[in-house]
């Protein structure tokens, strides 16, 4: 079987733990990881890498990333998303489309947050959300973060719960890595006067995979599993064609010229039709990060 990358839908109800174990015995390897993680409630886009293609998860998790999601004003839950127990319900006085769109704009572009306290952040080693179920008071310290797009699709809906009335809006986010979706969910409300928590989330896309192009669970089967290194390679990363003295020097640890690549963080070089190496441009030079032997990919 190929190494490589598999593009999965996860669904609703799944840990991302829970999508590599299954996986791991489809694939028939234990050398199984993910770029990033999603909640059980979410559902969406997980890049999984399978054997060397674990390689590429380092250059994947950082990516940017987009997400469509329901943001449900009017309460708050203890993890800031549908699967908490409500902690407090807020009016929705202030909550008109026009203020909706003036405090979305103050949570775009390169912001400070303050992620949410059910996080798997680590405090005093121990994870944020097992210090939150455990009974404790947990205070993160906000990190910056850059929030590209932040758009309400269509109109917002007013719903009636148990005599509570809340305002549900969906949107699409595009955000950097760490940015999490929950925080500005319950950021908004409180800039609203009210409350928010997120009540649907979907990953579809990482960078530049496609949840359009991603596989369900269901009849998931070896031969179907894996997107081939040098797909991945193409859709992901700008590419620098190699020649085989290119190759040569790269397996010998020696730097090759940059060439006609550009300014990217990462370039995937290639030769034929298999990824050779992840470089990094120095200069007008490109050094390796990762170099794969000819039988991993």
């Given at each position: 079987m190929p190494s490589g990358l598999a593009l999965i839908d996860k669904p609703a109800g799944w840990t991302s733990h829970d999508v590599v174990a299954k996986l791991r015995g489809v694939a028939g390897t234990k050398r199984v990881g993910h770029a990033g993680?999603?909640?059980p409630m979410a559902t969406g886009l997980l890049v999984i890498g399978i054997d060397a293609g674990t390689k590429l998860l380092t250059f994947i998790v950082g990516q940017d990333k987009t997400y469509e999601a329901t943001i449900r004003l009017g309460a708050a839950t203890i993890t800031d998303d549908a699967e908490g127990d409500v902690t407090e319900y807020g009016s929705l006085a202030n909550c008109s489309d026009a203020r909706i769109l003036e405090e979305i704009a103050k949570l775009t572009g390169n912001i400070e947050q303050v992620p949410s306290?059910?996080?798997?952040?680590?405090?005093?080693g121990k994870r944020a959300y097992a210090l939150v179920r455990g009974g404790d008071e947990v205070k993160l310290k906000s990190r910056p973060v850059s929030v590209s797009e932040f758009a309400v699709l269509g109109e917002a809906r007013k719903v009636s719960i148990d005599g509570h009335d809340y305002l549900d809006l969906d949107v699409r986010i595009t955000c950097s890595s760490g940015t999490y979706i929950r925080a500005l969910a319950r950021d908004l409300g409180q800039a609203l006067g009210s409350f928010g928590h997120l009540t649907a989330l979907r990953r579809t896309r990482i960078g530049g995979y496609s949840v359009g192009d991603a596989q369900t669970l269901d009849g998931l089967t070896r031969e179907s599993l894996v997107v081939t290194s040098m797909r991945a390679a193409v859709e992901g990363f700008?590419?620098?064609?190699?020649?085989?003295?290119?190759?040569?020097d790269l397996r010998h640890g020696k730097r090759i010229a940059r060439g006609a690549a550009s300014n990217t963080e990462v370039v995937a070089g290639v030769h034929g039709d298999r990824v050779v190496a992840m470089l990094e441009p120095k200069g007008e030079q490109l050094k390796s990060l990762v170099v794969?032997?000819?039988?991993?990919?």
């Open positions: 993680t999603l909640d306290s059910v996080s798997a952040i680590k405090v005093d700008e590419t620098r064609d190699l020649t085989e003295q290119d190759e040569i794969f032997a000819k039988e991993e990919l």
